[in-house]
């Protein structure tokens, strides 16, 4: 049976105001974030980050911040003269609005050497990535992308996808329909957000989102939709599990990411679904409890068990 767990996309400097003009550091990403979360509550020694890194001083940093946390990067490839996106959080109360510098990233060669990108994924039970990691590509470097995603999982990985929806990021809506409903071709589990697939496919409802890609033949899915319950179908049987409500929270940003890691790390556990979705709500309610994408580890772990 395959071992570790690999999600595959751009991790990026963050920035997160503080008081006055004061601004704060650090990493983020959409399936990093869903990964760190996953490294907080998983039981697996073999973790890794796939991307593309630069050789500057902040790469060098975020490598070294994702060794200290037992992340590795497999066999990600090092770009000459490369170095990272860079993201900056504005909050108004707790809603967040983000302003990117990112057009050069490394990451957006991840798929450059796509020898290197088959051996990170190889021997992995779980896979995961997202409509982001796609957006980042371009067209040629996504075809090598979703081809390795299928080869691993016709050798026993699993696929975990959530479409992420960000029209900045794609020429236009109808190459975002044709890419995202390919790689849901080859997904296990998908785990969309409902205002996403609202936007993008005009779905009516969460269970039209969910009906839309069983048909499509994913056998599990995860229909996030912000503070309100999470929709759940799996192999056709579908219910409810409610969120965990916070008065008061302090910071959106990465809430969606963290449910994904809690809920893919509570069947990674051998946890049914909606035990899993429960516990996922839990864990997207102490994030946004903390300000910036990545909750500690121990505040993950408690949030997890509750």
């Not at 980042?136 to 995603?149: C, K, N, V, Y």
């Amino acid at each position: 049976m395959a071992a570790g767990i690999v999600a595959i996309g751009e991790c990026m400097l963050e920035l997160s105001g503080q008081s006055g003009h004061s601004w704060r550091m650090g990493f983020g990403g959409d399936t990093f974030n869903t990964l760190w979360t996953i490294r907080a509550l998983s039981e697996s020694d073999n973790i890794d980050y796939v991307s593309a890194f630069g050789d500057d001083p902040f790469s060098k940093d975020q490598i070294a911040f994702l060794q200290e946390n037992d992340i590795g990067i497999a066999k990600s490839p090092i770009i000459s003269g490369a170095r990272p996106g860079l993201y900056a959080i504005t909050l108004k109360g707790a809603e967040r609005s983000f302003t990117y510098w990112r057009s050069d990233a490394a990451a957006r060669q991840l798929a450059s050497n796509p020898a290197a990108l088959a051996k990170s994924l190889e021997q992995r039970t779980l896979v995961y990535f997202s409509g982001i990691t796609l957006a980042i590509l371009d067209a040629p470097s996504r075809r090598t992308l979703l081809q390795a995603i299928a080869a691993a999982r016709t050798h026993g990985s699993h696929i975990a996808f959530d479409p992420n929806y960000r029209p900045r990021l794609w020429p236009d809506a109808a190459t975002a329909r044709a890419v995202i409903d390919e790689a849901l071709k080859i997904t296990d589990i998908a785990l969309p957000t409902f205002s996403d697939e609202q936007e993008l496919y005009g779905d009516a409802s969460p269970e039209a989102t969910a009906q839309r890609l069983e048909e499509i033949g994913v056998a599990e899915i995860v229909v996030k939709n912000g503070e309100g319950a999470a929709l759940i179908s799996h192999y056709e049987d579908m219910f409810s599990v409610p969120a965990s409500h916070v008065a008061e929270p302090l910071d959106t940003t990465g809430a969606g990411d963290a449910f994904n890691g809690g809920y893919l790390s509570a069947r990674l556990l051998g946890l049914p679904p909606r035990e899993a979705a429960r516990r996922a709500h839990h864990v997207a309610a102490a994030v946004v409890q903390i300000r910036g994408a990545l909750a500690p580890f121990d505040i993950l772990q408690l949030a997890f068990d509750l």
